[in-house]
T-cell receptor
Framework: DAKTTQPPSMDCAEGRAANLPCNHS???????VYWYRQIHSQGPQYIIH???NNETNEMASLIITEDRKSSTLILPHATLRDTAVYYC?????????????FGKGTLLTVNP | KAGVTQTPRYLIKTRGQQVTLSCSPI?????VSWYQQTPGQGLQFLFE???????NKGNFPGRFSGRQFSNSRSEMNVSTLELGDSALYLC????????????FGPGTRLLVL
């Protein structure tokens, strides 16, 4: 399983873009990069995922480097409700024998 | 579509007792997985069930067990509770497994005294 490295915490001003990095240098070619977040004491929430192309949805954008060794989650206009722990997780795209492994994640604090 | 529901939301037990937690997945989802979250260890995978069969298992002692019913609802049981079992227990469901988006429930917070 690919290992990930994320900064333990980051701050962002409300209304500004939040850029959350993730290093996954050992990711294999058939592992997607998934991002989840967990607001305090709630269940994790899916944000976005990608394989090698950049992706965008209503919540965020995901930028994956060409060598796939790192990615950046972008929240374009952060709000106070975006304060949460953000997890970057490589997930194998095929087969059912898999365990979802959450690391420590990044605590994003959005300040007014 | 209704989300993942977990019952009860809060529970207080004493050491040595056993506890059963319930998870109702999103309609049509056949994969249900369970996680334990503690401040020290973070989110840890317990096990996954698919079509009433345990398909994956994390590194937890045999005191932790689960099952899944034909309607995909799942239960998790912890026997001989220890103080260290105090945690937030989360379940997640998906159509067929980890290669898809997981939808998490709100969790059951268990306190063992």
């Amino acid at each position: 399983d690919a290992k990930t490295t994320q900064p333990p915490s980051m701050d962002c001003a409300e209304g500004r873009a939040a850029n959350l990095p993730c290093n996954h240098s050992t990711i294999s070619g058939n592992e997607y990069v998934y991002w989840y977040r967990q607001i305090h004491s709630q269940g994790p929430q899916y944000i976005i995922h990608g394989l090698k192309n950049n992706e965008t949805n209503e919540m965020a954008s995901l930028i994956i480097t060409e060598d796939r060794k790192s990615s950046t989650l972008i929240l374009p206009h952060a709000t106070l409700r975006d304060t949460a722990v953000y997890y970057c997780i490589p997930i194998f795209s095929g087969g059912s024998n898999y365990k979802l492994t959450f690391g420590k994640g990044t605590l994003l604090t959005v300040n007014p | 579509k209704a989300g993942v529901t977990q019952t009860p939301r809060y529970l207080i037990k004493t050491r040595g007792q056993q506890v059963t937690l319930s998870c109702s997945p999103i309609s049509g989802h056949r994969s249900v997985s369970w996680y334990q979250q503690t401040p020290g260890q973070g989110l840890q995978f317990l096990f996954e069930y698919f079509s009433e069969t345990q398909r994956n298992k994390g590194n937890f002692p045999g005191r932790f067990s689960g099952r899944q019913f034909s309607n995909s609802r799942s239960e998790m049981n912890v026997s001989t509770l220890e103080l260290g079992d105090s945690a937030l227990y989360l379940c997640a469901s998906s159509l067929v497994g980890f290669q898809e988006t997981q939808y998490f429930g709100p969790g059951t917070r268990l306190l063992v005294l």
